[in-house]
């Protein structure tokens, strides 16, 4: 019984991850990833972004996606960023914009998150973290 | 009604000119500062491969953001400025920007915008919000892989229970109407908040034609 539950919690929670996008590519030149799961999708207009997704770019490309909660970031080539902790449920207060830029360069624009709880918002880098306080900003991380 | 969400007003590209208005005071006193580096393509003095920088909202307003490293937190308030993660900060021009983030600024997608429209009496739209119907149909043709959020809200006369399920009704309405003339989107999700979210908070049992409303995030 026990264990019957457990596996039921599990796929329920595995199926919130998966079916739910918090995000979607809104622009795209050139070559450009998403990796969800590891499963690794040539991006295009419109593809899903997840809690968790990997994003790339290549050699003179570029990327841009909105979130949920109005969120933007946008990316210039050799681009590596995850999106590591992405909640947005203002009806409970649940809110959440983790993420790390492993290089290259973005450029982030707060949506709701950032306005509603700016501590929540975190950009990793290899050597830090920019916090955000309701603002735009740009980022570049050599390789 | 239709809200612009007051920071991300106007159009990306303008979003370097104007800042650095104020004059922006380098760090670093005496000769050449330490943080120019030699890069390959950039003509010194240049900033480092690696850092941050603040720049306006495009609505022109100024944040703050807060670099952390290494060597402690760095605050950065002021348009233009730029900081590592080892603790420099310096100041970056307008040229710079556009040679280091020029792509990334022009694959910024088009800021979304809000919408509140409300309802005279149950699913029932006012004559005003059923004509920005309209209006939302014909901006969204316009952005690629349109996605909106639709959120239903109610006052607080009835239940909790009746009211979740009225601002779904409401929520369900809108986006009825939305397909029905013509709105092709990637994805449409409906959430009811019921009375839990006022915009004019009451208390129960209170009719307030602010509260009976469905917002739209159009991203």
Redesign the interface.
């Known amino acids: 019984m026990h264990k019957l539950l457990v596996i039921a919690l599990f796929v329920w929670s595995a199926s919130v991850f998966a079916d739910d996008?918090v995000g979607?590519?809104?622009?795209?030149?050139g070559d450009a990833f998403v990796t969800t799961t590891g499963k690794k999708v040539k991006a295009e207009?419109?593809s899903?972004v997840y809690q968790g997704s990997l994003i790339e770019t290549g050699k003179n490309s570029?990327?841009?996606?909105?979130f949920?909660d109005?969120t933007?970031v946008?990316?210039?080539?050799n681009?590596v960023f995850t999106v590591s902790d992405y909640v947005y449920s203002?009806?409970d207060g649940k809110l959440k914009f983790g993420s790390k830029l492993a290089k290259g360069?973005?450029?982030y624009?707060?949506?709701a998150i950032g306005?509603l709880k700016p501590d929540a918002v975190t950009v990793g880098?290899p050597?830090?973290?920019?916090?955000?306080?309701?603002?735009?900003?740009?980022?570049?991380?050599?390789e | 009604m239709k809200i612009a969400i007051p920071t991300l007003k106007g159009a990306p590209a303008g979003l370097v000119r104007g800042a650095f208005a104020g004059a922006v005071t380098v760090a670093l006193a005496g000769c050449a500062p330490s943080y120019y580096v030699d890069r390959e393509g950039c003509p010194a003095p240049c900033p480092p491969e690696s850092y941050v920088v603040l720049i306006p909202s495009p609505d022109g307003s100024v944040g703050k953001v807060l670099v952390t490293g290494g060597k402690g937190e760095q605050s950065l308030g002021k348009a233009g400025q730029a900081a590592t993660t080892d603790g420099q900060t310096f100041a970056v021009d307008d040229k710079r920007i556009k040679e280091d983030f020029g792509a990334a600024m022009a694959a910024l997608p088009r800021v979304p915008v809000r919408h509140v429209l409300y309802f005279s009496d149950g699913v029932k739209l006012d004559p005003a919000s059923d004509a920005e119907i309209s209006r939302i149909v014909a901006e969204a043709k316009d952005r690629p892989a349109v996605d909106l959020t639709i959120i239903g809200h109610t006052d607080t006369l009835q239940s909790a229970e009746f009211n979740d399920r009225l601002g779904l009704k409401r929520a369900n309405r809108v986006a009825e109407l939305l397909k029905e003339r013509g709105l092709k989107a990637d994805s449409i999700t409906v959430e009811s908040r019921g009375k839990r979210n006022p915009v004019v908070p009451t208390r129960d049992n209170v009719f307030e034609p602010k509260n009976r409303r469905v917002e739209i995030s159009v991203r």
């Open positions: 996008p979607r590519v809104k622009t795209v030149t207009v419109g899903p570029s990327l841009g996606l909105t949920k109005e933007m946008s990316f210039g080539a681009t203002p009806a360069s973005l450029n624009v707060s949506g306005k880098t050597s830090g973290t920019i916090g955000v306080r309701g603002t735009q900003f740009l980022v570049t991380v050599a």
